[in-house]
DNA sequence: CGTCTATTTGAATGTACTCAAAAGCGGTGG
DNA sequence: CCACCGCTTTTGAGTACATTCAAATAGACG
């Protein structure tokens, strides 16, 4: 197994020393998703915070009307899961699902509360993680509010430039809010620019 | 001075004796803001994590064409900021502003470091508090690329009962991402229903 | 190769915005 | 305590942004 990925992750923000590192990795479980397969359903609660070494995962619901609406995606060195789930241990309402063939490494609830208590560099890590993912969301929210569709898209591209030539449209469209249909005219327009 | 909501807003998560109580309560400041004065304009270096505990604060942006976007209100008992601009102590790009006169207690980021060195049990709040923060910004992601203003709306209301009689409604319009001018046709439509 | 899904295109529709004007409301000064 | 001013809210007409539905085309995969 290749831990090589989440350690340097973490090595961004704390230094573990041999041990902690040891003690760390036997804390996680790593799985494999293929393609369009679930790593979690509404109803399941969602046991995992999920840390991508390879291959890609979107965060979705779906809305009254059967549309889908991503949330986030996460490709490697990415950490996702459903947050309200996990802290409450309570049913998930969305899904997460893989759009390729994926790799993940997971962390359960429990083993995950062992870290905090075992090694509290641990609430700093995570502390800094949430943080960050704070501003992401917030600077979402803002935009969505903010801009239009074609704004919010060349903002996507310019954000996530590999990442739109790894995914269909219509996922690009789930994740900006509007119809693949519209996605299709504003490339359109464009590309006559 | 009075620390009460703050402690045991603190107390929520993590317990603390009376000694790191008095050191906690040692690293705050307070301060008032009169009604429609600046906590934070855009330029200034976002020093402060900042409590409300009387009054009510709005975090918001302008957009190019001068509208205003309002990314969260905080009244008693909530946590505020930038965020960002706190982390990397860089310029704010946001507007943090006083719609009654309201009374704040402050945490500099230094004396936040100071804490979480000193009694790691913050880390711990804080992380707490920045995942819960994640999840009401997903929440809020997810309605806005999901949802209609008329939907957006009943559910601030829902959620927010109090706020929607203390603030104006160009407010709320501002932090639906739709024109008071917009709203008002829908709060009409609503009553006829 | 055939099937299934994604993308494009177009016409009709609905949602939300712009601009302008009138009405309502709150604070301030006389 | 009233009158006035400035700001918020309402109303309406015209417009722009984005969706719906349907059909054609292109791509992906077994």
């Not at 090694?119 to 917030?138: A, Y």
């Amino acid at each position: 197994m290749n831990f090589e990925l989440i350690l340097k992750n973490i090595s961004r923000f704390i230094n573990l020393d041999k041990i902690e590192v040891d003690f760390f990795i036997s804390l996680l479980q790593s799985k494999t998703f293929k393609k369009k397969e679930f790593v979690l359903q509404p109803g399941e609660v969602c046991k995992y915070e999920i840390f991508v070494t390879k291959g890609c995962l979107k965060n979705y619901t779906l809305d009254n009307k059967g549309f889908e609406h991503i949330g986030m995606f996460a490709v490697e060195d990415w950490w996702t899961g459903d947050m309200h789930s996990f802290i409450t241990q309570t049913p998930a309402t969305c899904f997460i699902a893989a759009l390729e063939d994926t790799e993940v490494l997971l962390i359960s609830k429990q083993n995950l509360e062992t870290l905090y208590e075992s090694v509290p560099k641990f609430e700093r890590f995570f502390r800094i993680l949430f943080q960050n993912s704070l501003v992401t969301q917030v600077q979402r929210v803002n935009q969505s509010i903010a801009y239009t569709a074609e704004e919010r898209y060349l903002n996507f591209i310019k954000k996530y430039p590999k990442l739109e030539q790894r995914i269909p449209q219509k996922q690009i469209a789930a994740y900006l809010g509007i119809t693949p249909e519209f996605l299709s005219v504003l490339r359109k327009n464009l590309a006559k620019k």
